[in-house]
């Protein structure tokens, strides 16, 4: 198998010995850049950097455990795939990635049908570098019935809104754990997600300074049973451009962006939870949008005054 080397030139030898390339040329010297590829769990990630690290050692010991726990010991497949135009800079999307208490306030669906509460078991996980994170919840029905954390705090009251169909929402055990939900992000452009049985692997392309592609790709496992695929059908209405819960998200970074440009002169701290980019069991954090930037600002060899 050929692996990106230039196999043929037309003409290269011209026409009954006349024309051509010099015989100086060497078809060697002249082929695409090559990419250098390493799978883990099915994901398959490029580099056009020979010297990068290892994938396990970029990514670090949790941050691999993390992927492994949703991906480990069983082949995934494609179920589906969408594409959306973000009206906003690729880093405004990351940022809503990483950022893990807007969910339970932004999206009314999270709230309304209890998916998603800060006062849920969970926490945050943020690598040493700063560039990748994992948000993850589980469901603790015993608190929950007694929770009145966000009518307390008077952030959202009850709706009384009910689904039609509640099966939307019947789902299995993931994994055989109790998480319902595992945002895993690594830098600078890569999502995994579990949000109950809808899991999914998004993939951040810049297209310009206000723009920005996303593509999802939307996985079952063959060892899925029929009923568990349905639920996997069913449940990937939560996500995408029209999702339940991910509308909010293709939109809020248009906002954001046009917010910042009339402020161009000003700048904000992220002090939510403390001014360090490290992980906790709180998810009422900037922690890991702070990871981002550390991240970024050192992969763009720039000095950060404020300290991370
Ligand atoms: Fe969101």
């Known amino acids: 198998m050929k692996r990106g080397e230039l196999t043929g030139v037309a003409f290269k030898d011209g026409i009954n010995g006349k024309g051509g390339m010099p015989e100086s040329f060497r078809m060697a010297e002249h082929w695409p850049r ?21 994938l396990e050692e970029y990514f670090g010991e949790e ?4 992927i492994e726990r949703v991906l480990g010991g069983r082949t995934p497949v494609v179920l589906g795939r969408f594409t959306q135009m973000l009206p906003n800079n690729w880093k405004l999307y990351v940022e809503n990635v990483k950022d ?12 309304t049908f209890e998916l998603n509460k800060l006062s849920m078991r969970g926490g945050i996980i943020v690598s040493p570098g700063g560039g990748h994170h994992v948000s993850y919840s589980a469901i603790d029905r015993s608190s929950e019935a007694q929770d009145s954390s966000y009518a307390d705090q008077k952030i959202r009251s009850d709706s009384g809104y009910r689904l039609a169909d509640p099966s939307l929402l019947e789902g299995f055990s993931e994994v055989g754990d109790d ?5 895993l992000s690594t830098f600078p452009g890569f999502v995994l997600q579990q949000i109950q049985n809808s899991v999914a692997v998004r993939q951040i392309l810049p297209r ?11 996985l ?12 996997r059908l069913k449940q990937a209405n939560l996500v995408g451009s029209a999702g339940y819960i991910s509308m909010e998200d293709g939109c809020v970074g248009g906002f954001v962006q046009r917010g910042v440009a009339g402020a161009a002169d000003q700048a904000a701290v992220l002090r939510m939870g403390g001014e360090t980019a490290e992980s906790s069991e709180s998810r009422v954090t900037e922690a890991s949008v702070r990871g981002f930037w550390k991240a970024y600002l050192a ?4 000095r950060s ?3 991370a």
Do not use: C
């Open 34 to 54: 090559k990419l250098r590829l390493a799978v883990l769990h099915g994901l398959v990630f490029g580099s056009f950097d020979n010297d990068v690290p290892d």
């Open 63 to 66: 941050i691999t455990g993390r």
């Open 100 to 111: 893990s208490y807007h969910a339970s306030i932004l999206h009314l669906f999270f709230t």
């Open 179 to 183: 998480t319902t939900l595992q945002i």
């Open 208 to 218: 310009g300074a206000g723009r920005t592609e996303l593509n999802w790709t939307l």
């Open 220 to 231: 079952g496992f063959e060892e899925d049973t029929p009923e568990q695929r349905r639920v």
């Open 299 to 302: 992969a763009m060899g720039i």
């Open 305 to 307: 005054e404020v300290s």
